[in-house]
C-alpha cells in the first residue's frame, strides 16, 4: 500500500514549466529552413521572447516562417569581437555550462511562397550551442543577462543572445589539396607530392605524432570507400536510364512527325531540332556505358586499383593553445607516382553537372542584379591559386542582394559534393565532447533559394574555397559540423583557417609549393 501510494503521489505533481522556456511550437519551429529536413536545431532560449513574439501560422493560408543563415560584418560586435568574445566563453564557463559553441550570426526571415525574396533581416545573434538536455532556459536567461550587461559595457547594443541544443561532430574521408615537397629535410632535390587531408581521417589513433619510417607497415590511401564507389556506380546508371528514357522520348517523337502529312518547313525544322537532341541523348548513352565498363573493370578492387599512395606524417590532433587557439587536424599522404601521375592537374575542383554555370554564377555573387566578371572555366575546372588573409576574411569585398557584405565559400567533399555556403564573420569558439576548447571559422548553409546543406558526414578534410578574379581561394579546411545530434545534417561546418593550415605545412615541409599545375 504505502508504494502505491507513493506512486500516485508522484504521479499527481504537476509538471514545473521552466519561466522562460519557449512553448512547444516555438522551440521546435524558431530555426525552421536553415538546414532543411527538419534538421533545424531546436531553441532552448532568446533574450528578446518578450519584445519579439514568435509568430504563429493562422488563417486559411498559414505559413511557417522560413529563415536562412547570414554572416556577421561591419557592424559594432565586429570592432570589440576580438576581446569580447573570449569574455563572453568566460562567462558561460564560468556557470558551467556545458556548451559546445559559441557563434555569431544574422537571421534572414524569408517571404510567402513565391516572394521568398521580400523578407527581413534580422539584428545580430549571438548564437550559444549547448549538450542536449543539459541547460535549462532559465540557466540560459541568467548567463544572458551577464552577457548582454558585457555587451553593453563595451557599447554594442541590439544584439539578441539565442540557446540552440546542438553538438560538435567529426567527420571524415575527403582530400584537401596537394602539394609538391621540392625539397626534402637535408635541402636535397626531391620530386615527392603529397595529398593533404584531416589526421582523423587518415588516422585512428590521432593522439600521437606519426611519422612512417622505412620498413614498417603502411596505412594506404584509397580513391573511393566501397559506399561512396557504389554510390558513383549507381548515378553511373541512373544517368545512363535517364538518358534512355529522353532518346525514347526524341524516338517517338520522330516518328509521329514523320507520319505526318504535314509537308510544311515548320515541321522539318522541328524534326531537325529532335534528331539533333537524340543524337546527343545516344552519344551520351555510349559515353556513359563505356565510363561504366571502365570502372567496373578497372577500380573494382580497392586494394589493388584505387591505391594511390600511404600516410608518411600525421601530427596529433591538437590546438594551438597560448597563440591561436586554431584547430590543428592535418596529415599527408605519399602520391604513388605510378597511379597520380598521369591524371595530375594540381589543385583544381570539378565544378560537375549539379548546377549549371549560371546557377553558380548566382550562388557565389548573390547580387540580385546579375552583374558579374566571372567566366565560367573551361572542362568545369577551376583552379586553386591563392589563400584568403585574416584581413580578406575579416572585410569580405562582395555584397549580397540585401545590402550587406558576405563572403561565398564553395567546397568539393566526398559525402554531399559540390555546396556552397556563407562565412559567418568573427571566428567562433566550440568545445567539443572531452572538453576541449578552439576557435574556428563557421561557414552556414547559404539557403539562397533552397536550403542546401554545406557538409556531411563523410565531408572532412574537404577545402573551402572563396571565388576572386575568377580563382579559387582557400579559405579554411573543414574538420567538423554542428547538429542536433545522430545522423542530422549540419546547420554549421567548422573549419581552419588556410592561411594558418598552410603556414602549419611549412614547418614541416618548409619548401611546399601548394600552385603547381604539373606533377
Not at 547594443?157 to 575527403?174: C, P
Request: hydrophobic share 35%; proline share 4%.
Amino acid at each position: 500500500m504505502t508504494s502505491n501510494f507513493s506512486a500516485l503521489t508522484f504521479a499527481s505533481e504537476a509538471t514545473v514549466v521552466p519561466e522562460h522556456s519557449p512553448d512547444a511550437y516555438e522551440r521546435v519551429s524558431y530555426y525552421n529552413g536553415i538546414t532543411g529536413d527538419s534538421d533545424h536545431p531546436e531553441l532552448l532560449y532568446r533574450s528578446d521572447y518578450l519584445a519579439t513574439p514568435f509568430p504563429k501560422p493562422a488563417g486559411r493560408f498559414a505559413h511557417l516562417p522560413v529563415k536562412s543563415l547570414r554572416g556577421v560584418f561591419d557592424t559594432p560586435l565586429n570592432k570589440v569581437w576580438d576581446a569580447v568574445g573570449p569574455q563572453t566563453r568566460d562567462i558561460i564557463k564560468a556557470w558551467e555550462v556545458q556548451w559546445s559553441s559559441i557563434d555569431t550570426a544574422r537571421f534572414f526571415t524569408h517571404g510567402p511562397p513565391g516572394e521568398e525574396e521580400k523578407g527581413s533581416l534580422g539584428p545580430v545573434v549571438l548564437w550559444i550551442g549547448v549538450q542536449p538536455g543539459s541547460t535549462s532556459s532559465d540557466a540560459a536567461h541568467d548567463v544572458s543577462q551577464e552577457i548582454l550587461a558585457l555587451l553593453q559595457k563595451n557599447k554594442v547594443e541590439g544584439v539578441v543572445v539565442e540557446w540552440r541544443e546542438a553538438v560538435d561532430d567529426d567527420s571524415q574521408g575527403t582530400l584537401a589539396l596537394w602539394f609538391h615537397e621540392n625539397k626534402d629535410d637535408d635541402g636535397n632535390p626531391s620530386n615527392k607530392v603529397y595529398g593533404v587531408s584531416n589526421c582523423h581521417v587518415l588516422r585512428r589513433n590521432t593522439t600521437i605524432n606519426y611519422v612512417h619510417k622505412g620498413a614498417a607497415a603502411k596505412d594506404h590511401v584509397f580513391v573511393c570507400g566501397m559506399r561512396r564507389f557504389q554510390r558513383g556506380l549507381d548515378e553511373i546508371t541512373k544517368a545512363i536510364a535517364d538518358d534512355v528514357y529522353m532518346a525514347d522520348l526524341y524516338a517517338r517523337q520522330i516518328a509521329k512527325l514523320q507520319a505526318d502529312q504535314d509537308q510544311s518547313l515548320r515541321k522539318a525544322k522541328r524534326m531537325e531540332r529532335i534528331q539533333s537532341q537524340l543524337d546527343v541523348k545516344n552519344e551520351n548513352i555510349a559515353d556513359l556505358e563505356r565510363l561504366r565498363g571502365e570502372v567496373t573493370k578497372y577500380w573494382s578492387n580497392i586494394k589493388l586499383q584505387r591505391n594511390i599512395g600511404y600516410v608518411e606524417y600525421a601530427p596529433a590532433i591538437k590546438v594551438d593553445e597560448g597563440r591561436t587557439n586554431y584547430t590543428t587536424d592535418w596529415g599527408v599522404f605519399l602520391a604513388a607516382e605510378a597511379r597520380v601521375k598521369d591524371a595530375f592537374e594540381g589543385n583544381v575542383v570539378d565544378l560537375g553537372a549539379k548546377y549549371s554555370p549560371p546557377q553558380l554564377v548566382e550562388m557565389f555573387y548573390p547580387l540580385g542584379s546579375g552583374r558579374t566578371t566571372f567566366k565560367y572555366p573551361e572542362e568545369r575546372k577551376l583552379r586553386i591559386f591563392g589563400c584568403a588573409t585574416r584581413e580578406d576574411l575579416a572585410a569580405p569585398a562582395e555584397f549580397d542582394n540585401e545590402g550587406q557584405r558576405c563572403l561565398m565559400v564553395g567546397k568539393d567533399g566526398n559525402t554531399t559534393d559540390l555546396t556552397v555556403g556563407r562565412f559567418s564573420g568573427p571566428e567562433s569558439f566550440t568545445r567539443n565532447a572531452v572538453g576541449v576548447e578552439s576557435r574556428e571559422l563557421a561557414i552556414y548553409n547559404s539557403g539562397n533559394k533552397t536550403v542546401e546543406v554545406f557538409s556531411a558526414k563523410g565531408d572532412s578534410g574537404s577545402l573551402g574555397w572563396h571565388m576572386k578574379d575568377d580563382m579559387a581561394r582557400i579559405v579554411g579546411q573543414l574538420h567538423s559540423g554542428g547538429n542536433k545530434g545522430g545522423s542530422t545534417s549540419n546547420h554549421v561546418t567548422y573549419c581552419t583557417p588556410g592561411w594558418y593550415l598552410l603556414a602549419e605545412i611549412k614547418r614541416k615541409f618548409r619548401d611546399a609549393d601548394f600552385y603547381r599545375t604539373t606533377w
